[in-house]
């Protein structure tokens, strides 16, 4: 539909503001907001430029209210953008929504896909049609999905017999069925077990192989991320608050490393002073979150093995674990950063 | 031919699904025949106090009201899903549905028929055949009938859309706007002569379930044209399918999603 | 097992006001959606009025009652209808379709009290449309729609509060097969169109045609609307207004009775599948 220099998105200062009717709580307030037409606007979204290649897998996450959902609805065509230019497979979402919407599959993870109660085979069938799947793809993908995902079980039941996780593995099968060029998943692991998140993320990395399908994915679970994506975008506020590789990211925001040290014995005053002094040159601090548990934050130009060494010989070590390279931990600490005030 | 294919396959899937629920088929159908039952009895009450009705019989206005019943009885068999649109929105499932590569009005309305719709289009051919008996038009009127019916479902449904796509704006599990509409729909069971004249313009050009009911109902009892007849309603039914069209893609543009 | 406290009368009766209130509110926040409905049973009485009109205009003395009557009957009728419009079976519905039932299963209230002070809530709101819609109709309709006499006021009054005591019985038993069925919808027209007929809301009892009269006698949906109506306009003589009024509560009793016994029937039955 598009040349192959097009990129799958390209959007640029692009704005979303809500307009809502105040409300008021309280009989009395009540009833005069009743009889006022005041609104209120709100930016969900604000002067969000990027652009994603064909093919890239990226993942996009922020708070809640970050406006990531809105971000994935404007990209999709349901939403209309306040502001900026925006466009999914080189063309405007919201104008083009069907001639996109041939190429795209989407997945909410956090609303309830079901609209009728049948089983997830019919749904299938009527996508099939739906997308004019030909056959030899929809074999693959179909064989594919109900394979990796586990369906057999399940796909001849109707859905309200059917667990939160259940639907959702069908739900993405569905999505993705029409091998589409673009797929955005807002959250598409929610509410399922570890194993079953495993098995989600495998299938997402077999049709990017096959089809080499461009992936957008919102998620809480970075998890996720790690397993599929290259590149980070990370939303706060509305606002864009990085846009890179996943190892940049790590390696611009991570601040070294924290090693948790369990003593198997309380150290006393001198042995202390013995394992500070030792590490004196080094960019480190040292924090007794009670006399069994030590926490060594090392910078990042501090070399760790050398930290380590002089940890296993001053003290009695019971349990060692390095914290901080991972993504969780710079995020988690990156959202703590931007919510304290300036 | 495609689309066409898909919306057949949409609307037996969507079929299939509401059939589930038998126990509410057979409460719906009970239900529908109860409340055409409860409009007949109306017709009781009055026609207990007056041989006429603004000039209609009794038979006359039974075929009013079999056209009535049998128009909302296809409307409800097809194209049944916009009544579904508010909650649509509220789960998220419109959202959903925007995505795919069809037209979305289409897919709103064949996606829930109603299964006590049956009961009500049967209680409406049943009057339109007894008026029908006791008015004896010629007999290839009764080929024409199919055009009314379909006109007058297209209509009302169209109406529906129309005042639907405010649900846009107004968030909330309500349907009372759509009930609205169903309530001035009801002004096709009685003679248009005893409405003021505000009203005839009404339900006549603005909101045509007049065109669809009443002036087929008028050449059969022998008063309008033929040729009137069978041209009003489908080019109503024409017009107020392209307005609802374009209502539902401008309420679109407008839409906000249910936030976040 | 400790017997645990059960709620004072204090706090039933603040946790009732608190409902009420706050149902109050949410429907006022859907002022549109108030207002549309308010407009289309409006609309679809002006058909009622339109068809008798012409039935008066054929025939000045087609029944027992003048025009004049008939319509001060039509227009009060539509006033304790709007007033009487609870949103008790949809409200359920829509908590059953966002699966919150089970918060009203075990708030401290009871099922049936959270119910009534919704019931409450919406009568309030419905009450705050319907004064407004009485002064205008005062200026078209004039005494046509003043109360008999004083008596006849609180006599009406006191008929009204029944007559919602009533509609929230006939509700609360369409709750009731809600929780049995898949979609309570059905129900619930069924229920609007015996309503319909039989409440009085087209026209009084008296205009009916006999066999229609006798089942309606029997029923308790003429006590919502043709009760109220006739004891406010005096069109009920003092005579028949103990019997009436008598009636009425108990009807409205029964209703709310035989609803709460199917409640625990039906909670009993749930708690044993597992529902």
Redesign the interface.
Known sequence: MAGTMVPAILAENLGKTYTRRKRKSGFWPGLRAYFSTESERFAAVTDLSFRVERGESVGLIGENGAGKSTTVKMLTGILVPSEGRIETLGVVPWRERRRLAQNMGVVFGQKPQILWDIPARESFRLLKVMYAIPDDVFRFTYDEAVERLELAEFIDTPVRLLSLGQRMRCDLAASLLHAPAVAFLDEPTIGLDVLVKERVREHLIEMRRRFGTTIVLTTHDLKDISATCERLLVLDRGRLLYDGSRQGFEERFAHGRTLLVDLGSEADAATRGALERDLADDDVTFTWDTPHRLRVECARSASAPKVTASVLEHLHVADLAVQGAELDAIVTRLYRTAKAPA | M?AL??YV??YR??L??VA??R??FA??I???I??Q??AL??Y???F???P???GWSPGQVLLLFGFTAMVLGLSEATLNGIWWLP?YIL???L?????????SLAFVLL?RPEL?SFGNFAAGALSVAVAWHLLSPPWYALLFLPLWIGAGAVIYTGVLVLVGALTFR?V???V??L??V???F??SR?PIS???RW?RVLVLYLLPFGAAIFVPADYLRGHGSLWQAVLVPPLAALAVAFAAKTAWDAAL?????T?? | MTTLAAPTLRQVIGGFCVLAQKTAQTKLTYRLATLITLLASGFAYCVFLLVWNEVYRQNPHAGPLSREQMLGYLVIAFLVNALLILNVESRFLQRVRMGLVAVDLVRPLGFVFVQLAQATGDLLVNAIYAVPIYVVGLAFAGSALYPASWLAAVLGGVSVALAFLIGFGVSYLIVQASFVLQSGYGVLFARAALHQVFSGLSAPLVMFPAPLRRVAVWLPFRHEIETPVRLWLGQATLAEAPRLLLEQAAWGMGLVLTGELVFRAVMHRHQIQGG
């Open positions: 495609h294919r898909f396959t949409l899937t969507a299939k699904s589930e629920y126990v509410d409460v719906g009970v239900t529908a109860s409340m039952l409860a009895a109306f009781w009450v009055i207990a106090r007056t006429a009705l603004g909650y789960d998220g499932q959202d959903r549905l925007l995505t795919f590569p069809v037209d996606s006590h107004i909330g599990p309500w009372t706007h009930f609205t169903h309530q001035l009801n002004t009685y005893i409405y003021p009203l543009r407008g839409y906000q999603s936030g976040s």
